[in-house]
């Protein structure tokens, strides 16, 4: 970013040789003053924008560090070694613990007509 060299204390102060056919006094006065209003107004966008930058760098540098850690932290996928085999299995299992007692009972069809009448 490019040093700016006036300041709006500058921009104030600054005074325009008068001579008889220069410009009016009183314009150029009101530009100079809308300068200063719009100078003042990009300051605090900067100074603004310049701590948000600053904060915005030291939440990515915490993030960094926090991914680092649990990187560090995390085994190694815990999955990778599971088959569809093992997971038939246990699928299995689930369901003799849940249906365990209806898996067994091989006439289904007696006991649904029966309840239903």
Do not use: C, W
Not at 11 to 40: C, H, P, T, W
Not at 73 to 99: C, M, Q, Y
């Amino acid at each position: 970013m490019a040093e700016k060299n006036l300041t709006a204390k500058d921009i104030l102060q600054k005074e325009f040789n008068k001579s008889m056919r220069g410009y009016n006094v009183a314009e150029v006065d009101e530009y100079l003053d809308s300068i200063i209003r719009d100078y003042d107004s990009y300051q605090k966008d900067v100074a603004y924008l310049k701590n948000e930058n600053e904060r915005l760098v030291s939440k990515v540098d915490d993030l960094t560090k926090q991914l680092a850690l649990t990187k560090k932290n995390v085994p190694a996928s815990p999955g990778s070694g599971v088959t569809n085999f093992d997971i038939l299995k246990r699928l299995s299992n689930l369901e003799k613990h849940v249906f365990g007692s209806k898996i067994n009972n091989t006439d289904n069809t007696s006991n649904f007509t029966q309840s239903t009448k």
